[in-house]
């Protein structure tokens, strides 16, 4: 199999890198990364100058490793800015994410963000909050209200360099399964991607499953499985969010299938230890350091509440990491690879010289 492991450009990524080799497997978290602070210069602008901010985060979910550790960077930043945060987490419950919601409007908060989510369960209620005056930023939720900040990853960007990976992986005109919910804004806009891609490399689509729950990746298994039992002839898989992969990943090695290669979106320490490990099929992904993002919207929020974001939206630039790239630089963790790789670093992104910027 051939391998590529140069730098490539792909727009609006900050850097992507294609290594694809033969795969391996594994499990482990391994270890949990320290954050630093970096050290502000400059006075606090109204409302930070006056004791600790009220501040709602309400997430779809917490739940899996790169929300986790997205979680853990929101509130690492959250502490450094003196923001008092209130976490909510539905569990992948939309009526409970919408109660939630709900909750933090009249919990007197200066801002809320909410952490994706279906835009017909919140839409009515980000306009609630808005009409009352509040700041509502959103991450990966798509919305109308213009007053609103979204922030996101460059999902196009990203289903495009890991399905350049599989291309890699696979070649044209092979027979390709696929593991994707839809409804989720990031993984509306990776279908988008996908759908044109199944023409440009003339695969066919053998299958179409998956679902989103508080167990992603555990309740992902059995229905590749079965998927895999009736087209085991399928070269490659394509599961752009990480517990999805997991899922799909778990499947193929229980049918041992060791042809079928898996390719998915987003890098924690899990996933980093999956691709790593000995006779994983998962041989890419592609997404952005969690923790660094966590924390970049939590700066976003900031900026907004003192006037000075002055833009709608902001995007966060992300990398496309194969095992290749993870075993000849012999990386176990996100702490190695944010040193192999800095443009996992979104320092720059949404800071001011008054915000202490939390770094992993």
Not at 65 to 93: C, H, P, R
Not at 95 to 110: C, E, P, W, Y
Not at 225 to 248: N, R
Not at 301 to 315: E, F, M, R, T
């Amino acid at each position: 199999m051939s391998r590529l492991t140069s730098v490539l450009t792909v727009p609006a990524l900050a850097l992507v890198l294609l290594a694809t080799a033969c795969s391996q497997s594994g499990g482990t978290t391994g270890p949990q990364a320290t954050s630093t602070v970096s050290q502000a210069t400059g006075p606090r602008p109204a409302p930070f100058d006056h004791g600790a901010v009220p501040v709602a985060l309400v997430r779809q979910s917490g739940a899996g490793d790169y929300f986790e550790q997205w979680g853990t960077g929101a509130k690492a930043q959250a502490k450094a800015l003196g923001i008092d945060l209130s976490v909510y987490d539905a569990q992948a419950d939309n009526a409970k994410q919408a109660t939630d919601l709900s909750t933090a409007i009249n919990s007197g908060v200066r801002a809320i963000i909410v952490d994706h989510g279906f835009p017909a369960t919140l839409e009515p209620l980000i306009d609630q909050a808005v009409d009352k005056g509040i700041t509502v930023v959103t991450y990966d939720v798509d919305t109308t209200n213009a007053k609103v900040v979204t922030t996101s990853q460059n999902d196009a960007d990203i289903a495009t360099a890991a399905i350049g990976a599989l291309a890699t992986a696979i070649g044209k005109n092979a027979p390709v399964g696929y593991v994707n919910v839809a409804g989720y804004a990031p993984l509306d806009r990776r279908d988008a991607v996908w759908q044109k891609a199944l023409g440009d490399n003339g695969w066919t689509q053998a299958f179409k499953v998956g679902k989103v729950t508080d167990s992603t990746a555990t309740d992902t298994v059995p229905l590749v499985s079965a998927a895999l039992t009736q087209h085991g002839e399928v070269k490659g898989i394509f599961a752009p969010y990480d517990e999805l992969a997991k899922g799909a990943t778990l499947a193929v090695q229980n049918k041992r299938l060791g042809s079928v290669k898996v390719v998915g979106a987003d890098i924690s320490n899990a996933d980093i230890q999956a691709i790593t490990a000995a006779d994983s099929p998962w041989v890419a992904t592609a997404g952005t350091d969690p923790s660094a993002v966590g924390a970049a919207v939590v700066r976003t929020a900031a900026l907004q509440l003192a006037g000075q974001l002055g833009k709608p939206s902001v995007q966060f630039p992300a990398v496309v990491v194969t095992r290749d790239l993870l075993v000849s630089k012999q990386i176990q963790n996100l702490d190695q690879l944010r040193a192999a790789v800095p443009a996992l670093a979104l320092g720059q992104v949404s800071a001011a010289d008054w915000i202490p910027v939390v770094a992993h």
